[in-house]
C-alpha cells in the first residue's frame, strides 16, 4: 500500500524558513518522480516542485526559485521541501504526490495528507 505523510509545517514569521518532510512507503522511492503541490486558502492547487530520479535537478515554479529547494534521503525514502525567505503568499496546505507516466506525461496518482504552512506575523 502506497503511504505519503508529510510533516513540518506550523506558523512561521515572513522571512523565516520550515522545512517540510514526505515519509514514502509502499513502492520503489528511489526510483520514482515525486512533486510537491500546495493549496492556498480558497484557491486551486498549485505545483511548486518536482523531482525526478533520472535527473539530477529538481524543477520549481518561478514564485519560489531561490527561496525552496526539494530533495531526497533515498534511504529514508523520504521527500523534503526546504522553504526559507517564506512569503505571506506562501500561506497553503503543502501536499507531497507520487507521480506516475502515463500519454507521456507524469501524473500523480497518490497524495499524502497535506501540512498546514501559514507565513505570518
Known amino acids: 500500500e502506497v503511504q505519503l505523510v508529510e510533516s513540518g509545517g506550523g506558523l512561521v514569521q515572513p522571512g523565516g524558513s520550515l522545512r517540510l518532510s514526505c515519509a514514502a512507503s509502499?513502492?520503489?522511492?528511489?526510483?520514482?518522480?515525486m512533486s510537491w503541490v500546495r493549496q492556498a486558502p480558497g484557491k486551486g492547487l498549485e505545483w511548486v516542485s518536482s523531482?525526478?530520479?533520472?535527473?539530477?535537478?529538481?524543477y520549481y515554479t518561478d514564485s519560489v526559485k531561490g527561496r525552496f529547494t526539494t530533495s531526497t534521503d533515498n534511504a529514508n525514502n523520504t521527500l523534503y521541501l526546504q522553504m526559507n525567505s517564506l512569503k505571506s503568499e506562501d500561506t497553503a496546505v503543502y501536499y507531497c504526490?507520487?507521480?506516475?507516466?502515463?500519454?507521456?506525461?507524469?501524473?500523480?496518482?497518490?497524495w499524502g495528507q497535506g501540512t498546514q504552512v501559514t507565513v505570518s506575523s
Open positions: 523531482i525526478y530520479s533520472y535527473i539530477s535537478n529538481p
Open positions: 504526490a507520487k507521480l506516475v507516466y502515463s500519454d507521456y506525461a507524469l501524473y500523480p496518482d497518490y
Open positions: 509502499g513502492f520503489n522511492f528511489g526510483s520514482s518522480a
